[in-house]
Every structure is written in structure tokens, then in C-alpha cells.
């Protein structure tokens, strides 16, 4: 059975630093495609970005480069979302997503990270 | 970037009635255009794969169709458990994209 199990939520001051993590099981971890979506309070979904774990090929969407590093661990199954910097602004649910295919649909979602980023 | 537009954003309706949302793409997308329901504070589900291909699972109420630039989501005799908002979302181009998503509710 699939599952993308991500860690808790996360409560975090501005300027603060964060990783949050999304650990992978009942696949082959290094085959496939992870995404991150973000979704603000009461707002829709946001493509991140996404790494293919096998060689850490990353594509991030524009709004999002330079904000985030996605990164993954292959001997542990897991994909990880980092701040370096946070901001009020980065509050949000924080999901990742198991792709079929770089170029497909998402098949499975971690169940989301809460981060809520208040001084 | 491929913008996805949803119409209509709201709709309040009765059970057993069908319901039809729109997604519009700003460039064709194929038929890469797949269709997720997500219900309060749950993740995001896959409904429908590649615009009109069924899930298994999915209950056979739900249907897609389109290609290229203009796509429809179709929930045959709603049930009161459909009450979710629902998103398109396009993985033709980089960076992939989601519509605004539609919150659909029972009245």
C-alpha cells in the first residue's frame, strides 16, 4: 500500500529556518516523481515544484524558486520542503504528491503539514 | 505558465441533481488535465485522470471530457458526501498548474 506520511505541524517565528519531510512507503521510492503543493488559509492549491529522487533531478515553478529547497533522502524514502528564511507569508498546509509520471497525473498526497510562521 | 480558469466558483445544489464545472486552459494541454475533490481538511483526491479516464474507486457518477483547451467535470445525481471543492489541475507544461477550484454544496 502507498503512503506518504509528512511531519507534524510546525509553529515558527519569521526569519526562522524549517525542513519539513514526506517519508515514502509501499513504492519504488527512487521511480517516481514527488511534488509539493502549498494551500494558504481558505485558498486553492499551488504547484511548488517537484524532484525526481533517483537523481534529484528538481523543477521548481517560478514563483516558488529561490523561496524553497526540495530536496530528498533515498536511503530513508524521504522528501524534504525548506525554509531558510520564513515569513508570515509561508503559513499555509503544506501537501506532497506522488506523480505517475514527471508529465502525469498525482496518484497519492501526503496528508499535509501545517506551518503556521507568527512572531 | 498555463492558466487554468474554473466556472462556475460556487454552486449550492440539491441531491440527485447533476452538476457540470468547466475548466478553461489559457494553451491546450492535451489531454493532460485531470480532475481532484477535496473535502475539509482532507488532502486532495483524484477523480478523474488524463480529462476523461475513471479511477477505480471513484463512484461511476463522476465523468470527464474535453481536450485541447476546455475540459468538464460532470457529478451525475449528486449525493450529500460530494460536498468537497473540487480542482482542475494541468501536467502538460512546467510549471504545472491548478484551477482556482469550485466549492460545490448541499442545500
Known amino acids: 500500500e502507498v503512503q506518504l506520511v509528512q511531519s507534524g505541524a510546525e509553529l515558527k517565528k519569521p526569519g526562522e529556518s524549517l525542513k519539513i519531510s514526506c517519508k515514502a512507503s509501499g513504492y519504488i521510492f527512487t521511480s517516481y516523481w514527488i511534488g509539493w503543493v502549498r494551500q494558504m488559509p481558505g485558498k486553492g492549491l499551488e504547484w511548488m515544484g517537484l524532484i525526481y529522487p533517483d537523481d534529484s533531478d528538481t523543477k521548481y515553478s517560478p514563483s516558488f524558486q529561490g523561496q524553497v529547497t526540495i530536496s530528498v533522502d533515498k536511503s530513508i524514502n524521504t522528501a524534504y520542503l525548506q525554509w531558510n528564511s520564513l515569513k508570515a507569508s509561508d503559513t499555509a498546509m503544506y501537501y506532497c504528491a506522488k506523480k505517475i509520471s514527471g508529465y502525469g497525473y498525482v496518484d497519492f498526497w501526503g496528508q499535509g503539514t501545517l506551518v503556521t510562521v507568527s512572531s | 505558465e498555463i492558466v487554468l480558469t474554473q466556472s462556475p466558483d460556487f454552486l449550492s445544489v440539491t441531491p440527485k441533481e447533476k452538476v457540470t464545472i468547466t475548466c478553461r486552459a489559457s494553451?491546450?494541454?492535451?489531454?493532460?488535465l485531470h480532475w481532484y475533490q477535496q473535502k475539509p481538511d482532507q488532502s486532495p483526491k483524484l477523480l478523474i485522470k488524463?480529462?476523461?479516464q475513471s479511477i477505480p474507486g471513484v463512484p461511476s457518477r463522476f465523468s470527464g471530457s474535453g481536450s485541447g483547451t476546455d475540459f468538464t467535470l460532470t457529478i451525475n445525481s449528486l449525493e450529500a458526501e460530494d460536498a468537497a471543492t473540487y480542482y482542475c489541475?494541468?501536467?502538460?507544461?512546467?510549471?504545472?498548474?491548478f484551477g482556482p477550484g469550485t466549492k460545490v454544496d448541499i442545500k
Open positions: 489541475h494541468q501536467s502538460s507544461d512546467l510549471p504545472f498548474t
Open positions: 494553451q491546450s494541454t492535451g489531454s493532460s
Open positions: 488524463y480529462a476523461s
